[in-house]
Every structure is written in structure tokens, then in C-alpha cells.
């Protein structure tokens, strides 16, 4: 066993052991937060003060290094609320996008698996949408539940549009739920962009790898979907910045 896999070793139990001791901290003031009724909790700007506070907890106890480029395209509330979509190659990738989100209001599609999870399941079947698979009648079913929450309000989606997490290191092909979510709202989509989390924490590893540690977000500009463009040429449009941050990762 090399020295960089037994460092790699003690921190990930070190990182794991801080998200068990904030989950723990954190947890009675999430609870009541997302107990409130719907009309107050998604409105609760506290929630997502907190939410935030914790997801940068979980992300520093990872010996990570994250930049973030572009932050002046994100609009401050409660201004232009948006479709936010991002690529999906690691767990980690979700308190990433909590820190970029911020305290602005914002629901995430995520799968009903989250919902499981001990302790914070709850929170997350209060607070987001969930879904098996984004195709079929169950993504069609949760992209409505999720416009319906978010119609009204200023808030943005935040939509994994690979719908799994992928460890190879492209970008896969996209869903098309954004688009149409962005079409119906008439609201923006923002493009984030997160490298390096395929090597450094994938799906079905355990260990952190932190000694490739610098992870880069890029939020690029708000794109609208325009009146006579088709909802799938849209959707090439922003797979192909993804695909051009990837190919420009080194």
C-alpha cells in the first residue's frame, strides 16, 4: 500500500468522521425548518443560510481545494430565478452546488434513493423533488411537481441532466427536462460545471482521493431558450459547453 493511499485513507476517515459529527449538530435546526408548512418553508431563507453553512462543512473536511469562476452570472435574489444544471460524477457534487446556490431559494431533482438515507432523508423529501429515473412517466411526474413548486416563486431548479453520476470523465448525454422547464418558466439556464471529481471521490469508491485535490466550478452565463429554437437544439447548445469546459479541464 502506497503512502498517498494510506493518506488518502486517514483523511477520508477523518472527513467521514466530521460529516457524522456536523449531520448530528446540524440536524436540529434543519428539522424544524423543513416541518413548516410549504408556504413558509421553501420561502425560509435561513434554511438555505444553513444548508450552505453546512455543505462548505462537508466540503473543506475533504482536503479539497475548490475555485470558483463566474460567480457574477449567478443572480442575487430575489432576482431572475434560474434553471441551474450541472455535470454529475460524485456525491460531493451536491454540497457543491448548495455553496454555489447560496441562501438564494432553490429546489433540486434528485433521485428517490436520497430520500432514504438516515437522518437527512427527511430533509430531503421535505425540501426537493425526487424520482427513480428521468425518463418515463416518473421523470415527466417529477419535472411537474417541480414546476409547480417553483412557478410562483423566486426560486431556482437544480437539475443533475445526466440523471446519474458517470465516472469516466465526459460528459454523457443530457435529458431534456431542463429545457423544457426553462421553456414553460420563460427563465434562464445557468451552466455549472464542476472538474476533477471523477478521480477524486467517484461512484462506488469510499476513499477520498485528495491528493489531486483542486476541483474547479465554472458558472457560465445565463443562456435562454429563444421563441423559434427547437427544445433539442437548446439542449445540444449547453451540452456542448459542458463539453468544451471538459476538454479544457487541464
Do not use: C
Not at 441562501?103 to 423533488?129: C, D, E, Q
Amino acid at each position: 500500500m502506497s503512502p498517498t493511499t494510506i493518506k488518502n485513507i486517514i483523511k477520508t476517515g477523518i472527513t467521514y468522521f466530521t460529516w457524522a459529527i456536523a449531520t448530528t449538530l446540524f440536524y436540529p435546526i434543519f428539522l424544524p425548518q423543513v416541518l413548516l408548512p410549504k408556504r413558509i418553508r421553501y420561502k425560509n431563507r435561513l434554511f438555505y443560510v444553513t444548508a450552505t453553512i453546512f455543505s462548505w462543512i462537508l466540503v473543506k473536511s475533504t482536503f479539497l481545494r475548490v475555485t470558483t469562476h463566474g460567480k457574477e452570472n449567478l443572480p442575487t435574489y430575489p432576482n431572475s430565478p434560474a434553471i441551474i444544471v450541472m455535470n454529475h460524477a460524485s456525491s460531493i457534487d451536491i454540497p457543491l452546488g448548495q455553496i454555489v446556490a447560496g441562501s438564494y431559494p432553490h429546489t433540486w431533482i434528485g433521485h428517490a434513493r436520497y430520500g432514504n438515507v438516515p437522518i437527512l432523508g427527511i430533509l430531503f423529501k421535505n425540501m426537493h423533488v425526487s424520482l427513480k429515473k428521468m425518463s418515463g412517466s416518473d421523470g415527466r411526474s417529477a419535472l411537474l411537481t417541480l414546476y409547480n413548486a417553483i412557478k410562483d416563486s423566486p426560486r431556482h431548479a437544480l437539475i443533475f441532466p445526466e440523471g446519474t453520476r458517470h465516472a469516466d470523465g465526459t460528459v454523457h448525454e443530457f435529458y431534456q427536462g431542463f429545457a423544457m422547464l426553462a421553456q414553460k418558466l420563460n427563465r434562464p439556464v445557468i451552466p455549472v460545471f464542476i472538474n476533477n471529481m471523477h478521480t477524486i471521490y467517484p461512484k462506488e469508491r469510499y476513499t477520498i482521493d485528495s491528493s489531486n485535490n483542486h476541483v474547479k466550478i465554472i458558472v457560465g452565463q445565463p443562456v435562454y431558450l429563444k421563441q423559434d429554437q427547437e427544445t433539442e437544439d437548446f439542449v445540444k447548445q449547453i451540452h456542448t459547453w459542458f463539453v468544451e469546459q471538459s476538454n479544457d479541464k487541464k
